[in-house]
């Protein structure tokens, strides 16, 4: 383990924001990626006899469901659970998917400038005249409600925040002399904007991934709620909100879970981008 | 003796979560009426910081005002409730700070900003208090006041908005006008022309002048008594004329050294003292200056020289020091 | 000021075209309009002359130039659903829309500004540490699931305000709140650190200095300068309430715009969706534009460049 990578745990376990949403965000990654190995009923099987269950804390009792369980007889534990591999799954994904384009954009537009840099920043300009949810709706609705639809809906809300920055970033990178003398010895436009210019623009972009990371878990769970996105039987913390709506005042638990979980997770999240802002750069505010 | 601002065993502390700072400790001193005093020293030395802790300018947590007394006008100034030193501020005493750049607020017009103290202190109406402003827009040296008022700081060159500054100060007639490095951030020919408005001022209006400095240079024009202040101490304080030629401690001899000599055409190579400034939170217990000084002598590392009269000296020139400085400079047959 | 004003009116109306070619992109290049917008069982012969219709047969630049002159003139097409021109069904909606994301945008001001102040005056304090976690929670907090929990607690526990509908004072009460919790949260996040970098400033000391009542200094010298980055993040905030106003609106059964896009998005009455996707992002342009004056008004140095 490097000194810089030990600096940084050390400035994190000191930090009470920072720590408390790393160790809930891999609490939760962790949790939700052995929820096939975890001793409860599969999310998508359902027991008539046990319809909307409240919550038990009687965990001794065999087939106890702790959070309850849907109109179904689903258990909620197993949903959440297995809800959340699909909401972290595709959150990263939409974030990565977004991160690539928009990094690559940015430094497009950052290290060529002109023409590029003009159509790019006013393409980035258009799109956030565009209310994103709007935006992410008449996709979807245009697409059709799938993951891959609906990775690619959230990537597309997000690529503009990464050109952004990295844009800037790379402004500043361009002028440095290792650049200099790398377009000095003639070297491609391509390989010095790889090779050069890529590293030194990953860390703010790994500031804003996390900080997108919360913004698109919420906007995905809105997109499944109104029907846009995942599609039943498999769960998905949006969906099931959506399914918890009809016997909300019955069963109270089959919506506030769900809900929980969805503000539990971008809460960690954004406490751990917050922290990693103010560690790496806090101009980036 | 009593003058118009009577400071006695000041002592400023900072606590910080690194430790105590020891800012200004034990500082008297007496300020006559119309007289300007000149405050020397580097920063870190207490010269700004003890005139900001008497009028409660100081964020307290962190400062702490940790003793003493400052009479002005008859009352202890550490002792007011802070309605009461809002009376003082800006209405009896005014003050100039060292950045004219970040000293005005951006969002308000001038005019707003010098009618500010006028309806606050004097009670005008805001109609009156712009009349008030438009008079010392004229009186600071600004042309074509009316307009001026109307526009904000960033409509004005560093000099001008200095001298704004100085209007600000000046609104209600203060006995004392306090400015904290005001030439610092400006050109010398800018410099020269707000020192010479301030001295203009003083004597149109009696008011006495402490300017807080860390350029002798200044000061020679403009003060009738130096004080030379190192480590949060005085360390020697006399009529302008007896600092310049008969130095007595050692520092403010190095600050004499410092300046460029103008009678010389050949400028002599600037001579900076050399060393680290004392360490505020671990006072050494001897002479702060010691491990600096040339001259230092094993009692300099030992015991803190109290200020007293220079032996030999002019009456009023004080100095805190335990070695006998015209003998060793004489020895050394340097005669400056 | 006015070369000021005529560069964001030019700005704002090349947003406004950005955001009709998005939506033509969109509705033309993702699938063929026919099918999208036919109901399904649509027979070839139905599709055909819709298509001859919508004159989708012709050059992409054609239609281009014929959606957007269209869209100026605010035709999006006839709903299907209500048999009449989108651009009427959605204009009746709009006020309900407008009174909600005001009413929200005013409470999030209220609340977030008030919240934001107090932590930053009291800082290091437990107070400071309460609110800013609220501030957390709020920004983490799903709208929709927000507005579930309030109807859940207040309408149909307690029964204090109506489960959804709109009409009287309580019934904009809780969906407000939902969507202005959001808002709150954000401004409070960034007024407390605007307020706190303001208070480093030599300006307020000097405002001390001159010994301005604590009043005087907080409101002329410290909110109005504290106020600037938060009157650009209300612009950026407008967006996040209208696309809020969207789930809220379907959460609470308000009849504004947002739940008519949603349900004419579940009919596939494709020209509402445009014509209310349009509505809204122009709305949304207008605040911004509206904004843009207000932060000229707030700080002389771009009035007066």
């Known amino acids: 383990m490097g000194g810089g990578t030990g600096n940084f745990l050390r400035a994190l376990a000191a930090s009470k924001g920072g720590l408390i949403g790393a160790v809930l965000l891999l609490a939760f990654v962790l949790l939700t990626a052995a929820a096939p190995l975890l001793p409860v009923p599969g999310p998508t099987q359902s027991n008539l006899r046990a319809r909307l269950q409240p919550p038990t804390l009687s965990l001794t009792e065999i087939g106890a469901h702790p959070l309850g369980t849907d109109n179904i007889g689903r258990d909620m534990l197993s949903r959440i659970l297995h809800g959340g591999q699909l909401t972290l799954a595709v959150g990263a994904a939409a974030v990565v998917l977004g991160g690539v384009v928009g990094v690559l954009l940015g430094i497009v537009a950052g290290y060529r400038g002109g023409m590029w840099d003009r159509v790019l920043m006013r393409l980035v300009d258009i799109q956030l005249a565009f209310p994103l949810m709007l935006l992410a709706l008449i996709i979807a609705a245009a697409l059709g409600p799938s993951v891959r639809n609906l990775i690619i809906v959230l990537a597309l809300t997000s690529w503009t925040r990464y050109a952004r920055i990295v844009r800037g970033q790379t402004l500043a990178v361009r002028e440095r002399e290792f650049v200099q003398s790398a377009r000095a010895i003639a070297a491609s436009p391509w390989r010095i904007m790889t090779r050069h210019i890529l590293p030194n623009v990953m860390t703010p972009a790994l500031v804003v991934a996390t900080l997108e990371l919360a913004r698109v878990i919420i906007l995905e769970a809105a997109l499944s709620f109104l029907g846009l996105g995942v599609q039943p039987p498999w769960p998905s913390w949006g969906r099931m909100l959506a399914e918890g709506r009809t016997y909300m005042a019955s069963a109270w638990w089959i919506a506030a879970f769900p809900g929980l979980a969805i503000m539990l997770t971008v809460l960690s999240v954004n406490l751990l981008g917050d922290w990693l802002r103010d560690y790496f750069d806090p101009k980036l505010k | ?336 | 000021m006015i070369r000021f004003l005529l560069g964001r009116l030019g700005e704002s109306a090349l947003a406004v075209l950005g955001v009709v070619t998005i939506v033509f992109i969109v509705t033309r290049l993702l699938g063929d309009p026919a099918i999208l917008m036919l109901p399904v069982g649509a027979t070839p012969e139905q599709l055909a002359s819709f298509r001859a219709e919508l004159g989708i047969d012709r050059p992409l630049v054609v239609q281009y130039a014929d959606f957007l002159w269209n869209a100026v003139r605010g035709d999006f097409g006839r709903s299907f659903q209500h048999n009449r021109p989108a651009i009427e069904v959605v204009a009746e909606r709009m006020p309900a829309t407008l009174e909600l994301a005001s009413s929200a945008i005013a409470l999030g001001l209220l609340i977030g500004g008030g919240a934001g102040m107090i932590a930053a005056m009291n800082r290091g304090t437990a107070l400071e540490v309460f609110v800013m976690l609220l501030a957390l929670l709020g920004q983490a907090t799903p709208v929709f699931w927000l507005g579930l929990m309030l109807i859940l607690f207040f309408a149909v526990d307690l029964g204090w305000f109506p489960t959804g509908g709109a009409g009287t004072f309580w019934h904009l009460a809780l969906p407000a709140l939902t969507l202005a919790t959001f808002t709150s949260a954000s401004i409070a996040r960034l007024l407390r650190s605007s307020v706190i970098d303001v208070l480093r400033e030599d300006y307020v000391r000097t405002a001390r200095a001159k010994g301005l009542l604590p009043r005087t200094v907080m409101v002329w010298h410290i909110a109005r300068n504290a106020l600037i980055p938060v009157a650009t993040m209300v612009g950026i905030l407008a967006g996040e309430l209208l696309g809020g106003s969207v789930i809220t609106e379907t959460v609470f059964a308000w009849p504004g715009v947002g739940r008519v896009i949603i349900q004419a998005i579940e009919v596939k009455d494709f020209p509402v969706v445009q014509a209310g996707i349009m509505m809204i992002a122009v709305t949304f342009v207008s605040i911004n534009f509206l904004v843009d004056l207000l932060y000229g008004v707030l700080d002389p140095r771009i009035r007066l460049r």
């Open chain 2, 1 to 336: 003796m009593s003058g118009i601002l009577d400071v006695s065993g000041l002592t400023v502390r900072f606590d910080t979560p690194a430790g105590t700072v020891h800012a200004v400790n034990d500082v008297s001193y007496s300020l006559a009426d119309g007289e300007t005093l000149g405050v020397v020293g580097e920063s870190g030395s207490g010269k700004s910081v003890h005139v900001l802790a008497m009028l409660g300018l100081i964020a307290r947590p962190p400062g702490r005002i940790a003793g003493g007394s400052v009479t002005f006008g008859g009352r202890d100034l550490l002792t007011l409730s802070e309605a009461e030193l809002r009376d003082v501020r800006g209405g009896q005493i005014g003050f100039v700070f060292q950045d004219p750049m970040t000293s005005l607020n951006p969002v308000l017009t001038v005019g707003r900003q010098i009618a500010e103290p006028v309806i606050r202190h004097r009670g005008l109406s805001p109609r009156q208090a712009w009349q008030r402003a438009a008079e010392l827009l004229d009186l600071v040296g600004i042309a074509d006041p009316e307009r001026r008022l109307r526009q904000y700081p960033h409509q004005f060159s560093g000099g001008m908005r200095q001298r704004v500054m100085i209007a600000i100060a000046v609104a209600c007639n203060p006995k004392l006008l306090i400015a904290d490095e005001p030439t610092t951030a400006l050109d010398v020919t800018v410099q020269a022309q707000i020192l010479g408005l301030v001295r203009d001022l003083k004597a149109r209006m009696g008011m006495s002048v402490i300017w807080i400095t860390h350029d002798m240079g200044v000061v020679a024009g403009l003060a009738d008594t130096v004080q030379v202040m190192y480590g949060g101490r005085i360390v020697e304080r006399g009529p302008v004329r007896a600092i310049f030629k008969d130095p007595r401690n050692a520092y403010t001899w190095g600050l004499l050294r410092a300046l460029p000599d103008h009678g010389q055409r050949v400028q002599r190579r600037l001579h900076q003292i050399e060393g680290q400034p004392p360490d505020l939170y671990a006072p050494p217990k001897g002479d702060p200056f010691a491990p600096r000084n040339p001259f230092a002598t094993p009692r300099c590392f030992e015991q803190i020289p109290p200020l007293v009269p220079a032996a030999g000296a002019v009456p009023g020139h004080l100095v805190a020091a335990w070695y006998d400085l015209p003998r060793l400079l004489a020895q050394r047959g340097d005669a400056r």
